[in-house]
C-alpha cells in the first residue's frame, strides 16, 4: 500500500516556540492532505484540509494563525504550531488522498510535547 | 450532518475469545465504511472497508458487513489473539473527509 512518512516522530520544546512537522507521501501524489489532532483515549479531531496550491481550510474553532499549513508540492505539507504552549501538546496525524482507489493514507504521527 | 457512534470501551478479552466492536453511523447520501486500527504509540492502519451496502470487508481474520437498513458496521472476529490488543476507529466518508468514531480500546489477555 501506499506510505505517507511524519517527520518528526516526536518533538519536545519549549513554551513560546515554534515546532514544523512534515508529512510526505512517499509513493504517490496527493492533491489533498489532512492534519489531525488527537488527544490520549481520544479519537482524531480534523483540524484542516491542505490542497495542493491553495489556502489550507480550518476546522471550526481551529485557529489557522497558530496551526500553519502549508502544502507546497505534491508530496509534502507542513504543519507549523506556532509559539505553542503546553495546551497544543497532542499527537498530531496528517494523512494524505490517494483519488486512485479514494483512500485516505495515514502517517505515523507526531507526538508533540511542550513544556 | 455525519456521524459514528461506536460501544464504548474498553473491552478486555480472553485469547480466543469471540470480538464485536459495534457501530452505527448518521450519513447523508451513501458513504464509504471503514475499520482503522491504532497500535500504542503508533499511527492508523486501514483495517478493512466497505463502499457499498451489503458488502463485507476481511482482514486478518476482522469482518464487518455495511447493513444500510441498520446504519451499522459491526466488527468482528471469531478468535482474537493478543497481538489484536489496540484501538479500533469506525469512520465513514462521504467524500474525501473522514469522519471517526470515538475508538474502541480493546484488549486481550493471555
Known amino acids: 500500500g501506499a506510505v505517507v512518512s511524519q517527520h518528526p516522530s516526536w518533538v519536545i520544546c519549549k513554551s513560546g516556540t515554534s515546532v514544523k512537522i512534515e508529512c510526505r507521501s512517499l509513493d504517490f501524489q496527493a492533491t489533498t492532505m489532512f492534519w489531525y489532532r488527537q488527544f490520549p483515549k481520544q479519537s482524531l479531531m480534523l483540524m484542516a484540509t491542505s490542497n495542493e496550491g491553495s489556502k489550507a481550510t480550518y476546522e471550526q474553532g481551529v485557529e489557522k494563525d497558530k496551526f500553519l499549513i502549508n502544502h507546497a508540492s505534491l508530496t509534502l505539507s507542513t504543519l507549523t504550531v506556532t509559539s505553542a504552549h503546553p495546551e497544543d501538546s497532542s499527537f498530531y496525524i496528517c494523512s494524505a488522498y490517494f483519488s486512485g482507489n479514494n483512500e485516505q493514507f495515514f502517517g505515523p504521527g507526531t507526538r508533540l510535547t511542550v513544556l | 450532518g455525519n456521524s459514528v457512534t461506536q460501544m464504548e470501551g474498553p473491552v478486555t478479552l480472553s485469547e480466543e475469545a469471540f470480538l464485536t466492536i459495534n457501530c452505527t453511523y448518521t450519513a447523508t447520501g451513501y458513504p464509504s465504511l471503514f475499520w482503522y486500527v491504532q497500535y500504542p504509540g503508533e499511527g492508523l492502519q486501514l483495517l478493512l472497508k466497505?463502499?457499498?451496502?451489503?458488502d463485507k470487508g476481511s482482514n486478518k481474520g476482522f469482518e464487518a458487513t455495511y447493513r444500510k437498513e441498520t446504519t451499522s458496521f459491526h466488527l468482528e472476529k471469531g478468535s482474537v489473539q493478543v497481538s489484536d490488543s489496540a484501538v479500533y476507529f469506525c469512520a465513514l466518508t462521504p467524500g474525501q473527509n473522514f469522519v471517526f468514531g470515538p475508538g474502541t480500546r480493546l484488549s486481550v489477555l493471555p
Open positions: 466497505a463502499t457499498k451496502a451489503d
